[in-house]
């Protein structure tokens, strides 16, 4: 069956870093473009960022602009997000995601599949 299970996240301090990844299996992970989501605590979930299917493209949100980084493996299935420079908003709960259509369509209608999530807590 298909799943998506997240690693990586912890606690970490403001200033630094951590690597997110995400293992997928049971689909065809080259013909899916790959997100990150995040959702902190009473908030909506939101779109971080995402990468084409060949891993060529990439987008992200305002928010994490040159600081994070996505980036696949699709000879190991995997998909990750290099977080850098950590804030204390961007403490959440980080959902790795795959989907279809234009990298540029970042609704959550667009994701097929969906991971259980990681936390990430950055203290100040």
């Known amino acids: 069956q298909v799943q998506l299970v997240e690693s990586g996240g912890g606690l970490v301090q403001a200033g630094g870093s951590l690597k997110l990844s995400c293992a997928a299996s049971?689909?065809?992970?080259?013909?899916?473009?790959m997100g990150w989501f995040r959702q902190a605590p009473g908030k909506e979930r939101e779109f971080a960022a995402v990468?084409?299917?060949?891993?060529?493209?990439?987008e992200y949100a305002d928010s994490v602009k040159g600081r994070f980084t996505i980036s696949r493996d699709n000879a190991k299935n995997m998909v990750y997000l290099q977080m850098n420079s950590l804030k204390p908003e961007d403490a959440a709960v980080y959902y790795c995601?795959?989907?279809?259509?234009?990298?540029?369509?970042?609704?959550?209608?667009?994701?097929?599949?969906w991971g259980q999530g990681t936390q990430v807590v950055v203290s100040s």
């Open positions: 995601a795959s989907g279809k259509g234009a990298l540029w369509m970042n609704g959550e209608e667009k994701y097929e599949y």
């Open positions: 990468v084409s299917r060949q891993g060529s493209l990439t």
């Open positions: 049971g689909f065809t992970f080259a013909n899916y473009k």
